[in-house]
Nanobody, 123 residues
Framework: QVQLVESGGGLVQAGGSLRLSCVAS????????MGWYRQAPGKQRELVAH???????NYADSVKGRFTISRDSAQNTVYLQMNSLKPEDTAKYYCNADIVRAGSGTGIVYNYWGQGTQVTVSS
């Protein structure tokens, strides 16, 4: 079994910072791309930031210059440093990862989601 567990969400004032973490654990052979998505009430889930196994990154236009995604591949962990937060960043943030399971022998890549962590930015 594989699971993703996020942490680091909370309530912060506009202009403040938060750092989200997501750890992948379980029977893992390798973790490929990882990413952060968010979903605000009444809106669709959207990509926030994405990082490949080679550490190439891309960001939603709305967070460029304010958010930074990084990863510790040895710890199967991805981070999202969020600076200059705005009320419109308020959402539930979800971790996502493409993972090859250990022991499967197939090399098939499975996509996993975390349970989400709430970020609320007050004005």
């Amino acid at each position: 079994q594989v699971q993703l567990v996020e942490s680091g969400g909370g309530l912060v004032q506009a202009g403040g910072s938060l750092r989200l973490s997501c750890v992948a654990s379980g029977r893992i052979f390798s973790v490929n791309a990882m990413g952060w998505y968010r979903q605000a009430p009444g809106k669709q889930r959207e990509l926030v930031a994405h990082i490949t196994s080679g550490h190439s990154t891309n960001y939603a236009d709305s967070v460029k210059g304010r958010f930074t995604i990084s990863r510790d591949s040895a710890q199967n962990t991805v981070y999202l440093q969020m600076n200059s937060l705005k009320p419109e960043d308020t959402a539930k943030y979800y971790c996502n990862a493409d993972i090859v399971r250990a022991g499967s022998g197939t090399g098939i890549v499975y996509n996993y989601w975390g349970q989400g962590t709430q970020v609320t930015v007050s004005s």
